[in-house]
């Protein structure tokens, strides 16, 4: 797994027994690669977590080529369409999350398993409920996982509009395109073939954290997110010792810095961003 995530990506895999074990990404693309992830493993790898960070969509099927199942965590990528389908529907089995600010999100916390595996699917909708599949006979140890009830309704009147927030996500991409910030810091490079519908818009620049407070003068919100990397958070001491060297992770966690984006940010609220990176760079 990726070690430039959210950390729960990582923090999930301890409880189940298993021990995660970090790879590099490209920095380019924020993704792992075949290459970053085949580095990572042994004959006693089970699995593979692909994150889609920040919408960009990871080469699922190429990772399935490598013979384990694959995770995707999808929680930065509903609505995004990459080469092979959408995220959620190329791995093994992949989660999503709905929390508030997400591509899709309810007005609280939910979630969403989803897989093409039924075998798989019924053990995830047993272990939501306590384990149990009749609430009277219980099989093994589960959670208190449902969805809530009020979430779910919040998130059908939610869902008929995500084509479109994920398409404007998309068009904001192009905009701080045509807008020249490529002049002016790396632009997040979209995974071939594909439109991510862009969570975060995450740029790099050598002096991110200087930027953002040039912004932040300008009344420009950005965010540098994982500035210390997963294998690098004191919980994770006990994993990162089976992680080589990870550059494109450092290279990534000192340089990006996301500016804003969302489903309703307008063509003239984002030339302004633009001219605000400009001004600070001058
Ligand atoms: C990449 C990634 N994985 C996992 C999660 C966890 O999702 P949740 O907060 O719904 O548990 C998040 C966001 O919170 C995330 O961004």
Redo the contacts with the bound molecule.
């Keep these: 797994m990726p070690s430039f ?2 950390y ?2 990582a923090e999930a895999i301890p409880p189940t027994g298993a021990t995660p074990v970090f790879c590099d990404i490209d920095p380019a693309t924020f993704l792992v690669t075949p290459e970053t992830v085949r580095a990572a493993m042994t004959p006693r790898t089970k699995a593979i977590v692909a ?1 889609h ?1 920040f919408g960009n969509p990871a080469p699922v099927a190429e990772l399935l080529e490598l013979g384990v199942p694959v995770v995707e ?1 999808a ?2 990528a509903a609505g995004t369409i990459g080469p092979d389908g959408r995220p959620g529907a190329l791995g093994t089995i992949a989660s999503f ?3 508030p600010s997400k591509n899709l999100g309810a007005f609280g ?1 939910g ?1 969403a398993i989803t897989t093409s595996d039924d075998a798989l699917a019924e053990r995830v909708r047993t272990l939501r409920f306590h384990g149990s599949r009749d609430k009277v006979t219980y099989e093994e140890v589960g959670y208190n996982s449902r969805l809530d009830e009020l979430q779910a309704a919040v998130l059908r009147v939610m869902l008929p509009e995500l084509e479109h927030w994920a398409a404007h996500r998309h068009v904001v991409g192009a905009w701080y395109e045509e807008a020249g910030l490529g002049e002016l810091a790396a632009l997040p490079e979209p995974a071939p073939a594909s439109a991510p519908a862009w969570h975060l818009y995450v740029i790099r620049r050598d002096d991110a954290d200087a930027l953002q407070a040039a912004l932040a003068q300008a009344g420009v919100e950005s965010r540098g997110y994982y500035r210390t990397p997963v294998h690098r958070q004191a919980a994770m001491a006990p994993y990162a010792g089976a992680s080589g060297p990870l550059p494109g992770t450092d290279e990534a966690a000192r340089t990006h810095l996301a500016i804003p984006i969302s489903a309703s940010i307008t063509r003239a609220q984002v030339d302004e961003v633009v001219a605000a990176v400009r001004a600070a760079s001058a």
Aim: charged letters at 15%; hydrophobic letters at 45%.
């Design positions: 995530t959210f729960a990506s994150v960070l965590d929680a930065q999350s709905f929390y916390d979630g």
